[in-house]
T-cell receptor, first 114, second 111 residues
Framework: AAGVIQSPRHLIKEKRETATLKCYPIPRHDTVYWYQQGPGQDPQFLISFYEKMQSDKGSIPDRFSAQQFSDYHSELNMSSLELGDSALYFC?????????????FGQGTRLTVV | DAKTTQPNSMESNEEEPVHLPCNHSTISGTDYIHWYRQLPSQGPEYVIHGLTSNVNNRMASLAIAEDRKSSTLILHRATLRDAAVYYCILRDANNFNKFYFGSGTKLNVKP
């Protein structure tokens, strides 16, 4: 079965550069979530989209933006990168439900800012 | 948002049952109780969820207290591959887009 695909898997950027992370949800899934997980930390919710509209926003820095496209894939854009942005970034997708649907996570993108 | 409280860590012996507790005393009537786990260097993985009744699936069982203020994830026979961080998460039926992780339980399984 198709899973959530994230690209790239690894990314190295320098401070003040920009990065774009991509997420391809499971076919027919209409909801996408983004998370940031620092070393030894729990996943922190960044933002979610439903049917290409932003639906919830968490602790996402103003330097970050995201969108969901017509084909339901999503991109997380990160500008003016800082050393503290080094983390694993996970994307998840699900079908809209009433709180009773499971979410499927990708393998993550490991971003290293040097 | 309703919060959950879990022990930081637990230890189990291989092939023995494991009971992972979660307290959610401020749970609302529309909150579903979800459990996810995260194996080292992997994305979180769905385990099980429930609303009021106990639930079983191929991975685990979920026991929900009658007042819904707590729940227990039960792994019937722990294996070394079950070593992971387990997260108990409340998801509101009226706002499914809220999907926040708290601090989970790190399960160590001894051979």
């Amino acid at each position: 079965a198709a899973g959530v695909i994230q690209s790239p898997r690894h990314l190295i950027k320098e401070k003040r550069e920009t990065a774009t992370l991509k997420c391809y949800p499971i076919p027919r899934h209409d909801t996408v979530y983004w998370y940031q997980q620092g070393p030894g930390q729990d996943p922190q919710f960044l933002i979610s989209f439903y049917e290409k509209m932003q639906s919830d926003k968490g602790s996402i820095p103003d330097r970050f933006s995201a969108q969901q496209f017509s084909d339901y894939h999503s991109e997380l854009n990160m500008s003016s990168l800082e050393l503290g942005d080094s983390a694993l970034y996970f994307c998840a997708s699900s079908l809209r439900g009433q709180g009773n649907t499971e979410a499927f996570f990708g393998q993550g993108t490991r971003l290293t800012v040097v | 948002d309703a919060k959950t409280t879990q022990p930081n860590s637990m230890e189990s012996n291989e092939e023995e049952p494991v009971h992972l507790p979660c307290n959610h005393s401020t749970i609302s009537g529309t909150d579903y109780i979800h459990w996810y786990r995260q194996l080292p260097s992997q994305g979180p993985e769905y385990v099980i969820h429930g609303l009021t009744s106990n639930v079983n699936n191929r991975m685990a069982s979920l026991a929900i207290a009658e007042d819904r203020k707590s729940s227990t994830l039960i792994l019937h026979r722990a294996t070394l591959r079950d070593a992971a961080v387990y997260y108990c998460i409340l998801r509101d039926a009226n706002n499914f887009n809220k999907f926040y992780f708290g601090s989970g339980t790190k399960l160590n399984v001894k051979p």
